[in-house]
């Protein structure tokens, strides 16, 4: 019922049904009590997800109640974990909510056992070994990890999933897939039956813009030697004027879409080369369904070339007929390609000994996004704190670190600070003054520790000249360790929509590394 309540309906309009029916399955852990995560799970108790545990052993204190708001004051003393656990609760009654009264790290320490229930962790505010020895965790038990650090006007969220296949990836700019230059035979008969001379004005001023466009390229393709596709700025105009000159009148808004569409006209027919990569990866996950019917559609491609149609169309200005007609093709066509599929299904699942049928509704979104999909391969924590070169998968410090608008150096701040918060015990400038003499001495030994970080980049090529910047590890310092809401805030939306894009398996998930600068107002995504 809860994933076609209407309250729901504007988000169902992002990720359909099935994304929500996702989120609601979802038991999510949330490592921390703190802003950060108080205001991530916000973020994700109000969109739906079916269940959350707070993990965190703190208390309430006087620092909660100036950076958040899942605390009162008469929550003093409390539980931490408890008392927003409740509060959050208020927030959407579909969402069941617990809590642990269990320090983050003795958490971690618990190992496969304690996260073993969860669809996706969230760890907040957690030291670097920890986050590592986390990650090899979520590693074996196959699902996500969201880390995020916030720290005064800074922080940055880092994501981790081994293997992230998604489908339905939902790029901004999509061409579509009309199959214009190398119609199939239904579309072809449909284009041919339209004859233009013999049209009257209604009829002329309402053919679908694919059908001016197809007809445009024949005419183009009788003229050009034999030549498939026009390559040449010349040739790609002398497509638009054959097109213009199919036009009766300046009021006929199908030409006007034709113009507008005119470049699918020439584009030719390709698989994406992440299409290709999914269809041709070794996974080591090969029974899920994902995998299978990816699979499928590999043995389809070998087949006939193509990958199955999409088969939607696009709004367009045409007759009612004609519209339906040409709806009715495309989903006819993409309705076989479709059953083709499942024929393949079935035989690699008796293949792989694998029972249960894969769902309908699945095999046929798989079959309508597969020019989208991706598989995301994002690095370890661990390996992130090995540093590799660029031909490895490692940023390019030396280049960033020469780029002004570049935001490496707060990454290697933040590492610095987390690097003295493992030999400390708290995060650089939380026990200090306020004064200049106070902080220095936190200032002089965040600085070895950043020199330490850097110099351990020296093994990899191109990086020498580089330095860490004093003036931003002083700014570290000087924030005493301290969460701001506002920071928090900001930080939490960008993780609360990558753990929604994780859960629901649509869009691109950002790969690796967000850091994000409060001071400047200013982003930047790193992959390590």
Known sequence: ??????????????????????????????????????????????????????????????ADLGNNFFVEETDLGKPRAQVVCNWLQELNPDVKGAYLEKDSKAA???????????????????????AAQLGAICQELNIALVCITSLGFVGKVRLFKAEHAVCETKPDSELGDLRLT?????LRRFVDSIVMESLDDMQHGHVP????????????????????????????????????????????????EAMDSAYKAWIPYSIPDAVKEVLELQTSNPKSDFWIVARA?????????????????????????????????????????????????????????VDGAVSSEFVSRFCQNAQ?????????????????????????????????????????????????RAER????????????????????????????????????????????????LEEVVRYGGCELHTTSSVLAGIASQEVIKLLTKQYSPLNNTLIYDGLHGKSQVLEF
Request: net charge negative.
């Open 425 to 472: 015990g708290h995060l650089p400038g939380a026990l200090c003054g306020d004064g200049e003499a106070a902080l220095s001495s936190d200032v002089a030994a965040l600085t070895v520790m950043g020199t330490s970080l850097v110099d351990s980049y020296r093994a990899v090529p191109y990086v020498e000249g580089v330095t860490i910047d004093p003036k931003i």
């Open 108 to 130: 971690v320490a618990e190992g496969r056992a304690f996260f073993e229930p969860f669809s996706l962790v969230v760890a907040c505010q957690l030291p670097e070994p920890v």
């Open 1 to 62: 019922a809860m994933a076609t309540d209407d309250k729901y309906d504007r988000q169902l309009r992002l990720w359909g049904s099935h994304g929500q029916r996702a989120l609601m399955e979802a038991h999510i852990c949330v490592l921390g009590g703190t802003a950060v995560a108080t205001e991530t799970l916000k973020n994700l108790v109000l969109p739906g997800i079916g269940r959350f545990t707070v993990v965190d052993s703190a208390r309430v204190e006087s």
């Open 209 to 256: 813009y694919v059908v001016i466009l197809i007809k445009a390229i024949d005419a183009w393709r009788k003229g050009s030697d034999g030549k498939k596709l026009p390559t040449t700025k010349e040739e790609k105009d002398k497509i638009k004027q054959i097109i213009l000159g199919m036009r009766r009148s300046d009021a006929e808004q199908n030409f006007a």
């Open 372 to 420: 989208y999909a991706e598989v995301f391969k994002i690095r370890t924590l661990e390996d992130e704190c090995r540093p590799c070169s660029t031909e490895e998968g490692g940023v390019d410090l030396a280049e960033e670190a020469s780029d002004e608008e570049s935001l490496i150096q707060w990454y290697l701040a933040l590492r610095a600070a987390e690097k003295f």
């Open 182 to 186: 190398d119609p199939f035979p239904e």
């Open 297 to 353: 559609v590999s043995q389809f491609v070998r087949d006939c070339g193509k990958l199955p149609l999409a088969g939607s169309l696009p709004d367009m200005t045409a007759t009612t007929d004609w519209y339906v007609k040409l709806q009715e093709i495309y989903s006819s066509r993409a309705g076989g390609d479709c059953a083709a599929i499942n024929a393949h299904i079935a035989g690699i699942q008796r293949e792989l000994g």
